[in-house]
């Protein structure tokens, strides 16, 4: 690398808004370093550090993971819904976070990515897989057929598992309890904006609907909770929203698209707690060698309560804890910008360019 090239690195040890000054210094904030007078591909850094990415061999395999299986999960990863044109969005990141649909774009290329991380991927696909083929078996029902709507300057991408008898259907492969809850904003947002491009191709939408496999279905669950659902499947209804509710929440999201697309990574909208997953702090009781807590609650007061509710069930006759439990408070977590337990990755592929993972999440886990 000439010294001229060499003069314009980002300096290692700056500080992350040092990192955003430098690339501003030469007016291409927050995109990749290629272009940019910078390094090679191979190596890049992050506010989190330098990076090298092997190419053509853009994944790791930190748990030396059998050849097929890794192939497996490039294909899958292959067919992500995902476009090359800059002006269209898949319903996925119309729907998902901001932040994390445009730094996704941003620095897609530069993200070192293991293939442990994508294992859930390979049960996600055969749902779908086998979901496509009982669709084609319904005769007049059409299966992924990848449709657009344009807004503006933008396009809205998408395809759905399954159109039949004017009802759009989408398969999910999730826990038992993820399916029983009722605040999953995108199970309700995107087959509504399926549903939108199926009008707009000209086709009748009456009904949307959820179908889900529960992957961590418990026979015994079902005699404890009557609402658990009695096989490791749930058919959710979704509300089917109004064409001109639908046209505002796109629009909506496109108008915001727009106005960070060229904004730095760290002025990009901030994720909700919900983007971020993030859980309350609460105070637990715990059972030496459980791994879930036995009961928890928002306040020590309410979980002493509870306890004492119980009897002799866990205190002593003289009212302190049996042998085996204890009670802790455990902090709130931001689960998806966090490492994952035991590992120095996160749930998050971006987080790398995120300021709020930098400032608030990195050193205080
Ligand atoms: S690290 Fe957290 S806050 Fe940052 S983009 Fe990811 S989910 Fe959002």
New binding site residues.
Partial sequence: MGSAQGALLFPLDTTFEGFYNWVSAWGVAGHRYEGMGGPEATTYRTPGGTKTKETPMPWTNEFNLPLALCRAIEVITGDYDRSSDKMTFSVTEVIR?P??TL?TRRHREEMIEDYADYLFLIRGSAVHWVATRGGEGLGDAITEERLYKDYGDFRLSGKSDLYHEKKITDWKDTSAKAAMRQDKDEWIAQPNLYAELYREAGFEVDEVEIYAILHTWNQYEVLKDPNYPKVPFLKRKVELWDPEFVDAYVRGRFAMIAEFMYKHDWQLPQ?TSQ??WARKSDWALIKEGKQNAQKKEDTELELEEYIKGKGTRFLNKDGTLKAGFTVVKRPGR?V??ADKPGRNVGY?P??EW?N??HNEVKDKQ
Avoid: A, K, P
Wanted: hydrophobic share 20%; glycine share 0%.
């Fill in positions: 976070s932040r994390i730094l994720c983007d971020r931001d998806r910008c998050c971006v987080r995120c709020y993972y």
